[in-house]
């Protein structure tokens, strides 16, 4: 039932601009995008959804390109403690209901 | 800000006892959630929540597993017969409305042992 595909991990430099792409080409019109970060065995933390625009916030700024086939979480000035597996999320199942979790892509923020 | 509380963090018990995992979830929040991580695995979804009854649920969460609202604020997931595979952590979320993103907690470690 996968729906995202996303690669399987990352590095990037303390200080820099973190991209994490994301693919969801068999979106449909309503869905939304949603993001969420899990650092080691903690809970999912939500960081940023969107449908068809960008969007920011406080943690980071989401990019949807205009077909919505695909997206890019941006955090702007990645820290250590940004280092965490990050999952790009649409719903699936029956009545949408589920949140379907891939494998994520693990970032590694370098000192 | 609020957020979904979970007790206990870390529950063991033996193979076929039972086990009631228990959720507070956000208090203005309609739809509820229990999802869980094998160690090393992803997060899987178990079930979800709404209008006091099952929404959808997966092929894990079988005859062994289930859930209830209680009252207006707990959410509970019960084992019935524990098994050693069912040794992992599981996560309780809420959401406000269909579409708005899940607000997790942090989680009961469930020990079979």
């Known amino acids: 039932d996968a729906k995202t595909t996303q690669p399987t991990s990352m590095d990037c430099a303390e200080g820099r601009a973190a991209n994490l792409p994301c693919n969801h080409s068999?979106?449909?019109?309503?869905?939304?995008v949603y993001w969420y970060r899990q650092i080691h065995s903690q809970g999912p933390q939500y960081i940023i959804h969107g449908l068809k625009n960008n969007e920011t916030n406080e943690m980071a700024s989401l990019i949807i390109t205009e077909d919505r086939k695909s997206s890019t979480l941006i955090l702007p000035h990645a820290t250590l403690r940004d280092t965490a597996v990050y999952y790009c999320?649409?719903?699936?199942?029956?009545?949408?209901?589920?949140?379907?979790f891939g494998t994520g892509t693990s970032l590694t923020v370098i000192p | 800000e609020p957020e979904v509380t979970q007790t206990p963090s870390h529950q063991v018990t033996q193979m076929g006892q039972e086990v009631i995992l228990r959720c507070v979830p956000i208090?203005?929040?309609?739809?509820f959630y229990w999802y869980r991580q094998i160690l090393g695995q992803k997060v899987e979804f178990l079930v979800s929540?709404?209008?006091?009854?099952?929404?959808?649920k997966s092929e894990i969460f079988d005859d062994q597993f289930s859930v209830e609202r209680p009252d207006g604020s707990n959410f509970t997931l019960k084992i019935r017969s524990t098994k050693l595979e069912d040794s992992a952590m599981y996560f309780c979320?809420?959401?406000?409305?269909?579409?708005?993103?899940?607000?997790f907690g942090n989680g009961t470690r469930l020990t079979v042992t």
């Open positions: 979320a809420s959401s406000g409305t269909q579409n708005s993103p899940l607000h």
């Open positions: 068999t979106i449909s019109g309503n869905e939304y």
């Open positions: 929540f709404y209008n006091n009854e099952i929404s959808e």
């Open positions: 999320i649409v719903r699936v199942g029956n009545t949408g209901n589920q949140f379907y």
């Open positions: 208090s203005n929040h309609l739809y």
